[in-house]
């Protein structure tokens, strides 16, 4: 099955600097990776997810690249603010179906205003 | 768009009794729902896959008689903690998928369980 491994686990950032989470899958037929922010006692969000034909993303502050050969995808969030504090957990996944996602083990962001 | 709800949000029992929680999609139609656990500053677990119509799908590890799951229709799908323990106190976190994004799951607000 699939596995998917993200760091940090940990991450703190200076207000208005950049952040970057780093996930890794093993499975090649893995084509969809979202990734979700979960704050403190509520359900996780989605935030922005790629699919397998496009190599980059961007939302505003946030973007995700993707390197299928490498088989990385790595979440980048640009003039960080507090409200971004949370935690950030990548996923993988294939499409069609009834195929499960695969979380990785999460990403606590702290930014410090 | 994509709206999925979870009654109750908390609840407290005694061990040995049985707790139903219910995931409901708002505004579409959910194909596919998940049950995850999810243990404090851990991911989230997947506990088992339920398709509309069907047995649910179980992970490794997890006991289907133990945590029973029904999805009776497209937008409303059960999980039910028997006899419940200490054990089973967890934050659980239902998803649904289905409509025009078929990849993407949407998550419920979560049940808090506590059992004394």
């Not at chain 1, 505003?60 to 003039?79: C, D, G, P």
């Not at chain 1, 499409?95 to 205003?113: A, D, S």
Request: charged share 20%; net charge neutral.
């Amino acid at each position: 099955g699939e596995n998917v491994e993200q760091h940090p686990s940990t991450l703190s950032v200076q207000e208005g600097d950049s952040a970057v989470i780093k996930c890794t899958y093993s499975d090649s037929a893995s084509n969809y990776f979202p990734w979700y922010k979960q704050e403190l006692g509520k359900r996780p969000q989605l935030i922005i997810d790629i699919r397998s034909n496009v190599g980059e993303k961007k939302d505003q502050r946030i973007a995700v690249t993707l390197n299928k050969t490498a088989k990385h995808f790595s979440l980048h969030i640009t003039e960080t603010q507090p409200e971004d504090s949370a935690v950030y957990f990548c996923a993988a996944s294939s499409t069609g179906g009834y195929q499960k996602v695969t979380f990785g083990t999460g990403t606590k962001l702290q930014v410090i205003p | 768009g994509a709206v999925v709800s979870q009654h109750p949000s908390r609840v407290i029992c005694k061990s040995g009794t049985s707790v139903k929680i219910e995931c409901r999609s708002l505004d579409f139609q959910a194909t596919t729902m998940f049950w995850y656990r999810q243990f404090p500053k851990q991911s989230l677990m997947l506990m088992a896959t339920s398709n509309e119509g069907s047995k649910a799908t179980y992970e490794q590890g997890v006991e289907k008689d133990k945590f029973l799951i029904n999805h009776a229709s497209l937008t409303l799908s059960t999980l039910t903690v028997t006899s419940a323990h200490p054990e089973d106190s967890s934050f659980y976190i239902c998803s649904a998928r289905g409509g025009a994004a078929q990849e993407t799951q949407y998550f419920g607000p979560g049940t808090r369980l506590l059992v004394l």
